[in-house]
């Protein structure tokens, strides 16, 4: 049997090995790169012709061969020339580190055609990436076969959740990123965190690539933890095809174990936790938010939610010395998106009231108190940055109109039963109809889920369930989100008290309520199954038909998803800049004129000169010449608290809110070189050293009490 045994593994790590090849074989053709180039406008100076697509490659020479005619000049989205030549000729470009926008110019009576980018090895790391990944997977497989302790049921559960996360993962497997509403947005944050740290910063506060080079304080305002994955993946040289890819198979496969790890908590059951991770994993909702609509920030939150139900559950009916599992659920929200942590808050507070007998009882709202305090001090590192510039900015987000839109965005209750809906539209006004909505359903699996948590409640003759209670007033708080998401809910009336008003503007759309109904619905009704399913046949029979039943219906979304939209990234493109600010400017101080902030554009007090400069990210270096007391420059860098300049001997020079928010900075008698960097403030230093002596002192106590068996 062993031999046997020994024997098919051996055929499958030959089998490996020769898909290894394969790939080598195939990426082989990634040393060099043919794009069609079209004429997108002049430059600043007028001078010149840019020309799309633009490009991005890491750190390392690449030969050029332009197809046209004329003179040839290859610079950085900072307005740094990184090489040139003439069209019909090769020439080679020099990249002193990882150039998120490659843009090539023309001469005015110049015409390119096309450009063919070649390297001397591979142009990206991607082949080597997923080599790496297929090899630890390879691992991980024989570790579990051959190493791991416990039963053969466990780890096939185990395996089953992952191959749910592989599953639902498909739509990545074509070698290019497809279509997402606000999409270019969160490509933009990942290469601004990749730059931010390329030019010193981290953690990143300010993001350099934005706005032509200027800067943009979306890395303070919006939260992007999750983000540094992708980012980093791009220091290492992956495309941002691969990093953005790697980091959906990441967010699939996190969601999928901690639903597993959260349902099983709850019931003691591992069927349970596989019945609700499949099904939550392939929900239509959640790769809805994932991947068409790309709210990156909303499908992270999804992936923590049932964590923040598994802390409910325990600090109210189960073991209340888990108060920690709360707060690293909303920790993991928090540091997704803000929004969804409004909805925490809404949560806990309901859940507080339904069971405020429990809350009281046997000092369980210390818990409570230990996770407040808790999720505070892991997030103190962002929680000053962000108060300091939402609150110390007049920036636009603050200004916005009361959402009278709420109620029109709302869902007609036909939309909820429309759950084999495939339509890729956008929300749409009350007053459009339905005709190019987007799916606005909880879909199959977890429409099937809302079914049976009802029907257990109205035709149950007993209770089978443990703490059916609290099952019960999840289910109901579920039932209750997805009315409010509907225009069943009077949110015109409501809208009229200013506080109810002041919460619908940060909604802003109520099927937004969708994302937490969602696992509520899938753990409430997976508990269910488990505990009326009494023989392990009926259990097994129960996840073969949630698998099958979820595989089809998500195979015929993403067939949809992948056939019938264009992709919107291919590699070795550059992301389009179009959105990547935000749908509507939000995050700029108020009175910024957004078409003002072209490269290159160093403005002087009369007499002052500005010889040559260097600009890297964050980082300026500029000689000038005429300085004297009370002149100045401005410099291509929005400003905002934080950046500090110096002149050539050391000496600190001030730094200013300048024409349309841009860094001034006064200069002095003699001065002749600017050095300017962002610093951050103090403030952000000591939150930033509270939060890492919190996670060394959390580090401690676990190997303490791993050490002790006390976990």
């Known amino acids: 049997m062993e031999h046997k045994i020994n024997?098919?593994?051996?055929?499958?790590?030959?089998?490996?090995?020769?898909?290894?090849?394969?790939?080598?074989?195939?990426?082989?053709?990634?040393?060099?790169?043919?794009?069609?180039?079209?004429?997108?406008?002049?430059?600043?100076?007028?001078?010149?012709?840019?020309?799309?697509p633009h490009l991005t490659y890491p750190k390392g020479e690449y030969e050029l061969e332009v197809k046209g005619s004329g003179e040839v000049t290859v610079k950085s989205a900072e307005g740094n020339t990184l090489g040139s030549g003439k069209a019909g000729a090769s020439f080679n470009i020099e990249?002193?580190?990882?150039?998120?926008?490659?843009?090539?110019?023309?001469?005015?009576?110049?015409?390119?055609?096309?450009?063919?980018?070649?390297?001397?090895?591979?142009?990206?790391?991607?082949?080597?990436?997923?080599?790496?990944?297929?090899?630890?997977?390879?691992?991980?497989?024989?570790?579990?076969?051959?190493?791991?302790?416990g039963s053969r049921d466990d780890n096939a559960v185990i395996m089953l959740v992952l191959l749910g996360a592989v599953f639902a993962s498909y739509p990545l497997f074509s070698g290019t990123i497809g279509f997402g509403h606000d999409l270019n947005f969160h490509l933009y944050r990942i290469e601004g965190i990749k730059d931010g740290i390329l030019s010193g910063q981290f953690p990143v506060r300010i993001h350099p690539t934005h706005n032509n080079g200027y800067g943009y304080i979306t890395a303070s305002v919006y939260p992007e933890l999750f983000l540094y994955f992708p980012a980093v993946l791009r220091i290492f040289g992956l495309s941002p095809v691969m990093a953005y890819n790697t980091f959906l198979f990441g967010v699939n496969v996190a969601t999928a174990l901690i639903?597993?790890?959260?349902?099983?908590?709850?019931?003691?059951?591992?069927?349970?936790?596989?019945?609700?991770?499949?099904?939550?994993?392939?929900?239509?909702?959640?790769?809805?938010?994932?991947?068409?609509?790309?709210?990156?920030g909303e499908a992270l939150a999804m992936v923590f939610f049932p964590l923040v139900i598994y802390g409910l559950y325990c600090l109210l009916k189960g073991d209340k010395k888990k108060w920690w599992v709360l707060a690293l659920?909303?920790?993991?929200?928090?540091?997704?998106?803000?929004?969804?942590?409004?909805?925490?808050?809404?949560?806990?507070?309901?859940?507080?009231?339904?069971?405020?007998?429990?809350?009281?009882?046997?000092?369980?709202?210390?818990?409570?108190?230990?996770?407040g305090v808790l999720t505070v001090l892991l997030n103190l590192w962002y929680l000053v940055s962000f108060i300091t510039y939402y609150f110390g900015l007049d920036m636009a987000i603050r200004h916005t109109k009361e959402n009278t839109e709420f109620f029109s965005n709302a869902i007609f209750p036909t939309q909820l039963f429309n759950i084999f809906n495939t339509n890729f539209g956008y929300s749409q006004l009350l007053d459009k109809g339905m005709r190019s909505d987007m799916s606005l359903s909880l879909g199959v699996g977890v429409t099937i889920c809302l079914v049976i948590g009802i029907a257990y409640f109205i035709f149950r003759k007993k209770k089978e369930i443990k703490n059916e209670s609290f099952v019960f007033g999840i289910l109901a708080f579920g039932v209750l989100l997805l009315f409010m998401a509907t225009t069943l809910f009077p949110w015109e009336l409501l809208q009229q008290n200013k506080l109810i008003n002041m919460f619908a503007g940060t909604?802003?759309?109520?099927?937004?309520?969708?994302?937490?109904?969602?696992?509520?619905?899938?753990?409430?009704?997976?508990?269910?199954?488990?505990?009326?399913?009494?023989?392990?046949?009926?259990?097994?029979?129960?996840?073969?038909?949630?698998?099958?039943?979820?595989?089809?219906?998500?195979?015929?979304?993403?067939?949809?998803?992948?056939?019938?939209?264009?992709?919107?990234?291919?590699?070795?493109?550059?992301?389009?800049?179009?959105?990547?600010?935000?749908?509507?400017?939000?995050?700029?101080?108020?009175?910024?004129?957004?078409?003002?902030?072209?490269?290159?554009?160093?403005?002087?007090?009369?007499?002052?000169?500005?010889?040559?400069?260097?600009?890297?990210?964050?980082?300026?270096?500029?000689?000038?010449?005429?300085?004297?007391?009370?002149?100045?420059?401005?410099?291509?860098?929005?400003?905002?608290?934080?950046?500090?300049?110096?002149?050539?001997?050391?000496?600190?020079?001030?730094?200013?809110?300048?024409?349309?928010?841009?860094?001034?900075?006064?200069?002095?008698?003699?001065t002749d070189t600017v050095k300017i960097k962002y610093s951050g403030l103090w403030s952000f230093k000591l939150a930033d050293a509270v939060t890492i002596l919190t996670l060394l002192g959390m580090s401690a106590l676990w190997f303490y009490h791993k050490r002790r068996n006390l976990i």
């Open 95 to 149: 990249l002193d580190k990882d150039e998120s926008d490659i843009i090539i110019y023309s001469s005015q009576s110049g015409n390119l055609s096309g450009v063919t980018v070649s390297k001397n090895g591979m142009l990206y790391n991607d082949l080597g990436f997923l080599t790496l990944l297929l090899i630890l997977a390879m691992l991980y497989i024989l570790y579990v076969r051959f190493l791991k302790k």
């Open 329 to 371: 659920g909303c920790t993991g929200v928090y540091q997704s998106h803000v929004i969804s942590t409004v909805f925490v808050v809404i949560t806990i507070i309901a859940a507080v009231l339904m069971f405020i007998k429990n809350f009281i009882s046997d000092r369980r709202w210390l818990g409570f108190f230990k996770a």
């Open 7 to 52: 024997t098919k593994w051996l055929v499958s790590a030959a089998a490996v090995l020769v898909i290894g090849i394969l790939l080598m074989l195939n990426f082989y053709g990634y040393r060099s790169m043919n794009f069609e180039l079209k004429k997108a406008g002049a430059a600043s100076d007028s001078e010149q012709v840019s020309y799309e």
């Open 507 to 670: 909604v802003r759309m109520p099927w937004r309520f969708l994302s937490l109904a969602s696992p509520i619905f899938c753990i409430a009704a997976a508990i269910i199954i488990g505990a009326v399913s009494k023989s392990d046949m009926s259990k097994r029979i129960v996840i073969m038909v949630t698998c099958f039943v979820c595989a089809i219906t998500f195979v015929s979304w993403g067939t949809a998803y992948t056939t019938q939209l264009d992709p919107a990234l291919k590699k070795g493109y550059a992301v389009s800049t179009s959105g990547a600010v935000g749908l509507d400017n939000e995050y700029y101080v108020v009175g910024t004129n957004a078409d003002r902030l072209t490269a290159e554009k160093y403005e002087t007090s009369d007499g002052v000169k500005v010889d040559s400069y260097y600009k890297s990210g964050t980082n300026i270096e500029a000689e000038i010449s005429g300085a004297k007391n009370g002149s100045y420059i401005e410099v291509p860098l929005l400003y905002y608290p934080g950046y500090s300049a110096k002149d050539n001997n050391g000496n600190k020079l001030e730094t200013e809110d300048g024409t349309n928010h841009v860094l001034r900075i006064n200069l002095q008698n003699g």
């Open 259 to 296: 639903m597993y790890y959260s349902a099983k908590g709850m019931s003691k059951s591992k069927y349970v936790g596989l019945i609700a991770s499949i099904i939550y994993t392939l929900s239509t909702w959640r790769v809805m938010n994932l991947y068409y609509r790309a709210a990156i």
